[in-house]
């Protein structure tokens, strides 16, 4: 079986990267700046956060920097949040295409969550340099690059593959039951709060702080943190739990779509 | 090859409307039962294609031609039954699928070529192809939403007739565009259904059929009602057909 989707996989690679270069071109073709908004865009909503944040909230996080504090987990989340809902009206906005060709439809979802990681990658050079540039700011909150950076592709796969199952889950529901596209809407909200990106979790109550391991982007974004910021090794409980997440939705996702995804047709 | 063993296809007419939560509350309060309202598009349909057969399949609208076509090609999998295909399969049932209309023409040759199943090295080796028949070389890179309809569907049709398919699924003979490549796409269709590959073909045309198939299969209802000798079976559908005006 396994084989099989690999062969699967490989006879429809080329289609999946022109639909990325169709996303990529369409998404610029009429700006003057083009993908230098890639860079940019983040930079800019970075600022903002961090002039309202820093300066009229005076937050701050112990013991590190908070700019780039904040703007780890802004770019992780934002990955997140705009691969995911894109991904949801993958299925339903090819319809025509679905009710006209066969293609596996996998690769709708899995082609905008990589697109999306394209841009996600890009974003992550103003955040080195960033880091570069602040990182030794004040005594006590240096951050610098150090040796354990190279176990940070591992969390962002781990998010991938994370990403990957919940927009496999979320576009097929989208199938079936539109209103998702509103409720989601509310729930991402409710997730940007409930995920530490502008604040720590110590300025939170006891009861409510238990829960935030259960939040798989709240896993994510601590182990890259860890590493950018304190310049540690995560723990071994943060290395497990990003793994299980990212494989255990992926697998989840994946079931589901596949379960479903012969009915698509009559609901389109 | 295709071998199409007792394949149902049933539609379930509930599904449209019934998503609605208020509906079924009001139902529910009513005490009303979701009623299951079904139409069979195919009932029990059996029959085979030898590779280097054209077989045509008439009946009138609505009798599951199309449905066929679909399930054949994979776009939909039938409720009971099991069809097999052995070979590759162009399906020819509706152009420019998956075009970009913000995309060049250029862009879109690739994008649809893809869609279509189409390797990048193919895609490479036929573009000058492509382009030729399509006459459009001048607007090679101009956004296809500038086109007109007729452009349009002179490079779709450029690109999805471009190979030498093991097995031609056609849903009528296609004429587009102006006069002249109205003839040119028309014989490219005959050239291809007559190059010796396995073809599945719908049409209205009974002159085309009774031309160029081997053998025919007459739906009606989603059922089977004759299959076989060419001539014997277009000479009854038409004599049915006059019968009933």
């Known amino acids: 079986m396994i084989k099989g989707i690999v062969a699967n996989f490989k006879k429809y690679s080329f289609l999946m990267g022109q639909m990325i270069s169709r996303d990529f071109k369409v998404k610029y073709k009429r700006s003057v700046l083009g993908i230098v908004w890639s860079l940019l865009y983040p930079v800019l909503m970075m600022m903002v956060m961090a002039f309202v944040f820093s300066n009229m909230f005076k937050t701050r996080v112990q013991g590190v920097n908070y700019l780039v504090y904040l703007m780890t987990g802004l770019v992780m989340f934002n990955y997140f949040s705009e691969a995911t809902n894109t991904a949801m009206t993958s299925v339903i906005s090819n319809y025509s295409l679905i009710k006209k060709v066969y293609l596996p439809k996998y690769i709708f979802p899995l082609t905008k969550c990589l697109f999306v990681g394209i841009n996600f990658l890009l974003t992550l050079v103003p955040l080195i340099v960033i880091i570069l540039i602040t990182g030794d700011a004040s005594e006590g909150t240096k951050c610098y690059i150090n040796i354990y950076y190279l176990l940070i592709p591992y969390a962002f796969i781990c998010m991938l593959l994370f990403t990957i199952g919940m927009s496999m889950i979320l576009s097929c529901i989208a199938v079936f039951f539109r209103d998702i596209l509103y409720i989601y809407g509310i729930i991402t909200t409710i997730w940007t709060y409930f995920t530490p990106i502008f604040y720590d979790i110590s300025i939170l109550p006891e009861k409510l702080r238990v829960i935030f391991p259960l939040n798989p982007l709240y896993q994510f974004i601590t182990f890259v943190r860890t590493i950018i910021l304190e310049s540690k090794l995560p723990s071994i409980s943060n290395f497990i739990m990003c793994g299980v997440y990212g494989v255990m939705f992926f697998l989840i996702g994946a079931c589901i779509f596949r379960a479903k995804q012969d009915k698509f047709i009559y609901y389109l | ?245």
Not at chain 2, 62 to 70: D, N, V
Not at chain 2, 160 to 179: F, H, Y
Not at chain 2, 184 to 212: A, P, W
Request: charged residues 25%.
């Open chain 2, 1 to 245: 090859m295709i071998t199409i063993d007792n394949v149902t296809m049933k539609f379930d007419l509930g599904i449209e409307g019934t998503n609605y939560l208020k509906e079924n509350l009001i139902n529910l309060l009513k005490g009303k039962k979701k009623k299951a309202e079904y139409f069979y598009a195919l009932k029990n349909v059996t029959f085979k294609v030898e590779t280097g057969e054209v077989v045509g399949i008439i009946g009138r609208n609505g009798a599951g031609k199309s449905t066929l076509l679909k399930i054949v090609s994979g776009v939909m999998k039938p409720t009971k039954g099991k069809v097999s295909v052995d070979g590759a399969i162009s399906p020819m049932i509706e152009l420019g699928a998956g075009f970009d209309m913000e995309l060049t023409a250029r862009e879109n040759i690739y994008l649809n070529g893809a869609v279509l199943g189409y390797s990048k090295s193919f895609i490479e080796d036929k573009f000058e192809e492509i382009v030729e028949f399509s006459e459009l070389r001048e607007f090679l890179d101009v956004p296809v939403k500038n086109f007109s309809s007729g452009m349009i569907a002179k490079l779709a049709f450029s690109i999805a007739t471009i190979v030498n398919p093991e097995i031609l699924i056609v849903d009528e003979i296609l004429s587009v565009g102006d006069i002249k490549f109205q003839e040119k796409s028309k014989n490219k269709m005959l050239e291809m259904i007559k190059g010796g590959t396995t073809v599945l073909f719908v049409s209205h045309s009974m002159e085309q059929i009774e031309d160029l198939c081997t053998k025919v299969v007459w739906l009606e209802h989603g059922e089977i009602v004759k299959m076989g000798d060419t001539k014997k079976i277009c000479k009854e559908f038409i004599k049915t057909m006059m019968e009933e005006n």
